[in-house]
């Protein structure tokens, strides 16, 4: 089972490399949808 830590960024951090490349792929797919919606939700409100 892989050890688990809290990322600087609040997300669990896994230590398994080949689980971490996969959950990095998935926090950074976060981090661009909630940019896009920032920036949806910047232009809806001029």
Not at 9 to 17: I, L, P, T
Not at 22 to 46: F, Y
């Amino acid at each position: 089972m892989p050890v688990k830590q809290e990322g600087p960024d609040g997300f669990a951090v896994v230590q398994d490399e080949e689980r971490a490349r996969g959950h990095e792929a998935v926090v950074a797919a976060l981090r661009d949808a909630r940019t896009a919606l920032a920036e949806l939700r910047a232009s809806l409100e001029r």
